[in-house]
Nanobody, 120 residues
Framework: QVQLVESGGGLVQAGGSLRLSCAAS????????MGWYRQAPGNQRELVAE???????NYADSVKGRFTISRDSDKNTQYLQMNSLKPEDTAAYYC??????????????WGQGTQVTVSS
């Protein structure tokens, strides 16, 4: 199994910044893609950003130019730098990892989520 632990959420005013971190741990695993998703009350979970092991990134249109995803493969850690935050960015943010664990098929693993609240 892969365990994902997020940190860095909180309350910030519109226009402010936050940095989320997610550390992966476990044994005999290999991560192919790491990403961040978010879910606001009443909405479906949506992709915010993802990065593959080659460093290629993909962003939701709503966060392009404001959010930056990065990954430290040696530490199995990823980050989401969020700038120019807007009230509509308010949501629970979830770390994800698409990984193979020895003897198991490729699948997605999820963190417990961290709340980001942006006040206007």
């Amino acid at each position: 199994q892969v365990q994902l632990v997020e940190s860095g959420g909180g309350l910030v005013q519109a226009g402010g910044s936050l940095r989320l971190s997610c550390a992966a741990s476990g044994s005999a695993f290999s991560i192919f893609v790491m990403g961040w998703y978010r879910q606001a009350p009443g909405n479906q979970r949506e992709l915010v950003a993802e990065v593959n092991r080659g460093g290629s990134t993909n962003y939701a249109d709503s966060v392009k130019g404001r959010f930056t995803i990065s990954r430290d493969s040696d530490k199995n850690t990823q980050y989401l730098q969020m700038n120019s935050l807007k009230p509509e960015d308010t949501a629970a943010y979830y770390c994800s990892a698409r990984a193979i664990v020895a003897g198991l098929p490729l699948r997605d693993y999820w963190g417990q989520g961290t709340q980001v609240t942006v006040s206007s």
